[in-house]
């Protein structure tokens, strides 16, 4: 063992947002599940007001042509789906982007400051070096084996599952490159987007949400970092993940 240290935490500031996203999150999702979709006989305003306009632009239609466009018009707009996409789409991915960056920043700022302390107190601190550029999941995967033989996160765990979905979602996020096709042929390649259905992201918000925790209760397991039982105390409201929870 090396002499006693120091370190900073402004980990903490990404945790306490992220923390922050958690409340709108669960309101979100029980909105989501009570969600019934209005019947198109609710829109009968709206479809006036469509018959008026189309009948003015049309003057020629027959008021048979004008009320079935009409109808076209309100069962398009206001079909289930689309009611949905109305209420839910916008806070749903504004969830998705904001977590999946937060969560990722921190999921980082954690193995980082456990491969730092963790090679000084081993008298081994050059070593950071060699880690600090790397790929966030390789960090997570190999870096405390260097000092805690013990330490292993398995490629089959629901933990490096869920690791290895996000870390692509957030690249694409910070790094967006446009799709650019001109009559079918793709002339740049764009970035690589998960476009599951909205319930798909949900799903998948609230395992972003649970990563870094379940991360640093796994790594605290072998090293016993006094950085991570910091982490791991503060970890409410935020639930585990019921894909992360270790079997009995």
């Known amino acids: 063992m090396t002499e006693s240290y120091t370190a900073t935490f402004d980990i903490e500031h990404i945790h306490v947002a992220l923390k922050s996203y958690w409340g709108p999150y669960i309101e979100l999702q029980n909105e989501v599940a009570s969600f019934v979709h209005r019947p198109l006989s609710d829109f009968d305003d709206e479809r006036k007001r469509h018959f008026e306009n189309i009948a003015q632009l049309n003057p020629e239609a027959s008021e048979e042509q004008v009320t079935q466009w009409a109808e076209k018009q309100v069962a398009s707009a206001r079909s289930p789906k689309m009611q949905f996409y109305s209420k839910f789409a916008d806070r749903i991915m504004t969830l998705y982007v904001t977590v999946t960056l937060l969560s990722q920043a921190l999921c980082e700022a954690e193995i980082n400051a456990v491969l730092a302390i963790g090679f000084f107190q081993n008298g081994m601190a050059d070593k950071f070096n060699k880690y600090q550029w790397k790929e966030i999941k390789e960090k997570w995967l190999e870096g405390p084996k260097e000092f805690c033989p013990s330490y292993e996160l398995s490629k089959e765990s629901a933990l490096y599952e869920t690791l290895e979905f996000m870390t692509p979602q957030r690249n694409a996020w910070m790094h967006h490159k446009i799709q650019l096709s001109v009559e079918d042929e793709t002339i740049i390649k764009g970035s690589t987007m998960h476009r599951g259905s909205y319930q798909e992201h949900l799903y998948w918000i609230g395992r972003f949400f ?17 950085i991570l039982t ?19």
């Open 230 to 248: 910091s982490i791991l105390y503060t970890q409410k409201p935020i639930e585990t993940a019921d894909a992360h929870r270790q079997p009995k």
């Open 210 to 226: 649970s990563l870094p925790y379940d991360l640093a209760e796994h790594a605290f397991r072998s090293t016993h970092q006094i």
